[in-house]
């Protein structure tokens, strides 16, 4: 069983950035891919991020520019560093992780979430 903790989410405004971190506890060594997604207020849950073990990436399209996923094996930790904030980045940040290929989408472990809000 694996626990993903977030952190690092807050107010910020617009133009500014944050760094959230995931950290990852417990059996971790099945889990071959993580991704950060997010929820915004009354909207559905979407896709940031993947990173597998291969440390090979992929992003949604509409966030390549402005977001970055990285991974600190050493640490157990997922992060995601996110520049020029726009209020539309309003969301419930959360990690997740695979058993299996990042293409799957099969995300069986997902934090608690942090929030961002983008003013």
């Known amino acids: 069983h694996v626990q993903l903790v977030e952190s690092g989410g807050g107010s910020v405004q617009a133009g500014g950035s944050l760094r959230l971190s995931c950290a990852a506890r417990?059996?971790?060594?099945?889990?071959?891919?993580m991704g950060w997604f997010r929820r915004p207020p009354g909207k559905e849950r979407e896709g940031i991020a993947v990173?597998?073990?291969?440390?090979?990436?992929a992003y949604a399209e509409s966030l390549k520019d402005r977001f970055t996923i990285s991974v600190d094996n050493a640490k157990n930790t997922l992060y995601l560093q996110m520049n020029s904030l726009k209020p539309e980045d309003t969301a419930m940040y959360y990690c997740?992780?695979?058993?299996?290929?990042?293409?799957?989408?099969?995300?069986?472990?997902w934090g608690q979430g942090t929030q961002v809000t983008v003013s």
């Open positions: 997740a992780g695979s058993r299996t290929y990042c293409s799957s989408n099969e995300f069986v472990y």
């Open positions: 417990g059996y971790t060594y099945d889990t071959y891919c």
């Open positions: 990173i597998d073990s291969d440390g090979d990436t």
